[in-house]
């Protein structure tokens, strides 16, 4: 490891302080001092010695001292000079801002330039690429602000931290990560070809694109939904129908005008007579139309009293059958209440019998304690079946109860039921012979008035044709007459039937819309889906990233990702203190030796030491230990700077 260490350094001229110098000759120092004597500048002026800059990364600072009022003291030119060791070998380091004056020609004053940067490494002159090349030949510069200053790595963009933390760790296996998820099939296959990163803004770019789709489908549904034409109140059904009648009509018509156009015969005659009989078959289908409504309301209340009938007998049957079974049940129920009651009464009248207390063997009596036991075995028994028969009595007694309310409860309501049987008989019995009556009373069409008058027409129509009289030009103009109507109503037809088939197609585009909505909501679920398992996954990296990354820091550690409010991760790079964070937070001694921490790691990383400037270190009572030197600047009640080594 490349170790750094400031054996020496010295302060003339510089920003706010006269002439110090401290020299830990590689060991941690203190320096202390009251509030604005300088502690600030210290590391400041070793920033510019190296790179030209302050610790706030300005390049355009002003190092020289100023006045009261804030001008610049002229003839006071800042200058550091630092004595390095690394790896064991001096250097001198030396800079120094010359101020540089001439006196233009015909002029009494002089005049200033542009200030000069001399810079010196062991005494050699240096040009400033020279000189930076050098320095960073030691140490890059963005290295060196993080091993030397406790708040840099903070201070940088989340993005910065977090690529440097993951530097620290070797790559970590995604299959073994997978393999750790609750989805490693879906994940193996899901993660094969691309990175978790890149399926991730496949599938962001993949539901924007679906989402979008989605959006605009409730929009073309509403425009297929306008674009559906209005349709008649007939069916569709109906109006083919009415089209293939229509288009018989037609052919039938056209060739009745032919027949006009070349015949000879009495036309008119036979026209009328046709006409004749199609009014006959109006009317006759009107006059039966008219009688089935005369009749139809009381062949409603027909039907429905006959439904009402049956309904009452198949009641009151069920309600007989319910209880004949009750009746059953309580004939078996009062027959085994019997029974029991004799068994009952059959056990009060047994009695031990006394010559069981001598043995069938020796014809001896037995002792008397085993008469007792056998006296005491028969009264025990004896009870116990006593109590087994009272036992089965009340379960009985209580199931017959039971029945017997539940058998007089049907009785009442079968009666019930035959009175409401009986009534809809008698309903049904009227309306039948109501109903028969109706429809006795309405006169057959045949006997009307219009039939006899209408067939009467028709007869002298045919009186006419036989005899051949009459002319064609009335049924030559009526037949074209009926093919303009029967035209204009085929065409009316199809304008309807078009209307049904624009709004058939409709229809069909509204139902594909819909189909393809689910579709694309399933499709979209399938990417809420793997947007979950990549979260799982990355959790799970996550956990393996941040145990590895943690596991290299001693008090400090790093939160990497935070879940956002709809449940999906977001990157971050926070430092975290005992569960409190960095940028929030923790406290300036906390942030401090987390810095140290954090500064220990990333010299291992980068195997290299550098001098460390811990500003304000007063604020903490315990700093943590590093392996590289330690200037501490601290606040006391000195008017000037007090430097002291530490052992």
């Known amino acids: 490891m490349k170790q750094i260490k400031l054996l020496k350094v010295t302060y003339h001229n510089f920003k706010g302080i006269k002439d110090f110098e401290f020299e830990p000759n590689g060991k941690s120092i203190a320096v202390s001092g009251e509030n604005a004597v300088g502690k600030t500048s210290l590391f400041d002026g070793f920033l510019w010695l190296l790179f030209g800059k302050n610790s706030e990364e300005q390049t355009k600072f002003n190092p020289k001292p100023l006045d009261e009022n804030g001008n610049e003291v002229l003839g006071l030119e800042p200058e550091?000079?630092?004595?390095?060791?690394?790896?064991?070998?001096?250097?001198?380091?030396?800079?120094?801002?010359?101020?540089?004056?001439?006196?233009?020609?015909?002029?009494?004053?002089?005049?200033?330039?542009?200030?000069?940067?001399?810079?010196?490494v062991n005494e050699v002159p240096y040009k400033l690429k020279d000189y930076s090349t050098y320095v960073n030949s030691i140490i890059d510069e963005d290295t060196f602000k993080l091993l030397t200053n406790p708040m840099a790595f903070n201070n940088l963009k989340w993005q910065e931290r977090r690529e440097i933390l993951l530097s620290l760790i070797g790559d970590v296996d995604d299959h073994e990560v997978i393999k750790q998820t609750k989805y490693a099939d879906e994940l193996q296959k899901l993660l094969s070809s691309h990175s978790a990163d890149e399926q991730r803004k496949i599938i962001v770019a993949s539901r924007r694109k679906l989402h979008n789709e989605i959006d605009g489908i409730p929009a073309r549904i509403d425009e297929a939904n306008r674009a559906i034409p209005e349709t008649s109140t007939t069916s569709k059904d109906v109006?083919?129908?009415?089209?293939?009648?229509?288009?018989?009509?037609?052919?039938?018509?056209?060739?009745?005008?032919?027949?006009?156009?070349?015949?000879?015969?009495?036309?008119?005659?036979?026209?009328?007579?046709?006409?004749?009989?199609?009014?006959?078959?109006?009317?006759?289908?009107?006059?039966?139309?008219?009688?089935?409504?005369?009749?139809?309301?009381?062949?409603?209340?027909?039907?429905?009293?006959?439904?009402?009938?049956?309904?009452?007998?198949?009641?009151?049957?069920?309600?007989?059958?319910?209880?004949?079974?009750?009746?059953?049940?309580?004939?078996?129920?009062?027959?085994?209440?019997?029974?029991?009651?004799?068994?009952?009464?059959?056990?009060?009248?047994?009695?031990?019998?006394?010559?069981?207390?001598?043995?069938?063997?020796?014809?001896?009596?037995?002792?008397?304690?085993k008469q007792d036991e056998l006296r005491d075995n028969f009264n025990t028994h004896l009870s116990q079946k006593k109590s087994g028969i009272i036992e089965r009595g009340k379960q009985v007694a209580k199931k017959l109860e039971?029945?017997?309310?539940?058998?007089?409860?049907?009785?009442?309501?079968?009666?019930?039921l035959q009175e409401e049987a009986e009534l809809r008989q008698k309903q049904l019995e009227k309306i039948q012979t109501e109903y028969a009556h109706r429809k006795s009373s309405i006169?057959?069409?045949?006997?009307?008035?219009?039939?006899?008058?209408?067939?009467?027409?028709?007869?002298?129509?045919?009186?006419?044709?036989?005899?051949?009289?009459?002319?064609?030009?009335?049924?030559?103009?009526?037949?074209?007459?009926?093919?303009?109507?029967?035209?204009?109503?085929?065409?009316?037809?199809?304008?309807?039937?078009?209307?049904?088939?624009?709004?058939?197609?409709?229809?069909?585009?509204?139902?594909?819309?819909?189909?393809?909505?689910?579709?694309?909501?399933?499709?979209?679920?399938?990417?809420?889906?793997?947007?979950?398992?990549?979260?799982?996954?990355?959790?799970?990296?996550?956990?393996?990233?941040e145990d590895r990354i943690n596991s290299l820091f001693g008090i400090v550690n790093f939160k990497l990702f935070e879940t956002q409010k709809n449940g999906e991760l977001n990157d971050i790079c926070e430092a975290m203190v005992d569960g409190v964070p960095y940028s929030t937070d923790l406290n300036n001694?906390?942030?401090?030796?987390a810095g140290l921490d954090i500064i220990n790691t990333l010299s291992k990383h980068y195997d290299v030491t550098a001098p460390i400037f811990v500003d304000n270190a007063e604020s903490v009572n315990r700093i943590i230990e590093t392996q590289a030197q330690q200037i501490k600047l601290i606040v006391s009640a000195d008017k000037k700077l007090v430097a002291k080594v530490e052992e």
């Open 402 to 416: 039971s029945h017997e309310a539940e058998l007089k409860k049907q009785v009442d309501g079968y009666t019930d």
């Open 589 to 593: 001694a906390a942030k401090i030796n």
């Open 443 to 545: 006169t057959p069409f045949e006997e009307t008035k219009a039939y006899q008058d209408l067939q009467k027409q028709i007869t002298e129509c045919d009186q006419q044709i036989a005899a051949g009289l009459g002319s064609n030009d009335k049924a030559k103009q009526d037949v074209q007459s009926k093919i303009d109507k029967i035209d204009a109503g085929i065409h009316q037809v199809n304008d309807e039937l078009a209307k049904f088939a624009t709004a058939e197609k409709q229809r069909e585009r509204i139902t594909e819309l819909k189909a393809q909505e689910i579709k694309l909501k399933k499709a979209y679920a399938k990417l809420d889906k793997q947007s979950f398992m990549l979260d799982d996954y990355v959790r799970t990296k996550v956990a393996v990233l």
């Open 80 to 120: 550091i000079e630092a004595i390095l060791q690394i790896d064991g070998e001096k250097v001198t380091l030396r800079r120094k801002l010359s101020e540089v004056w001439s006196k233009p020609r015909g002029q009494v004053e002089k005049v200033r330039k542009s200030d000069k940067t001399e810079l010196y």
């Open 239 to 369: 109006l083919q129908g009415m089209l293939g009648s229509y288009q018989q009509q037609l052919m039938a018509e056209q060739a009745n005008l032919q027949a006009a156009e070349s015949s000879n015969d009495s036309i008119d005659a036979r026209h009328k007579k046709a006409q004749l009989e199609s009014e006959l078959s109006t009317k006759q289908a009107s006059y039966l139309q008219g009688s089935q409504l005369a009749i139809s309301d009381l062949a409603t209340d027909l039907s429905d009293v006959q439904m009402s009938n049956a309904k009452a007998q198949t009641d009151l049957k069920l309600a007989g059958q319910k209880i004949d079974s009750l009746k059953q049940e309580v004939s078996e129920e009062t027959q085994a209440r019997k029974d029991m009651l004799t068994e009952y009464h059959q056990l009060i009248a047994q009695k031990f019998d006394e010559n069981s207390l001598v043995c069938p063997t020796c014809g001896q009596s037995y002792p008397a304690e």
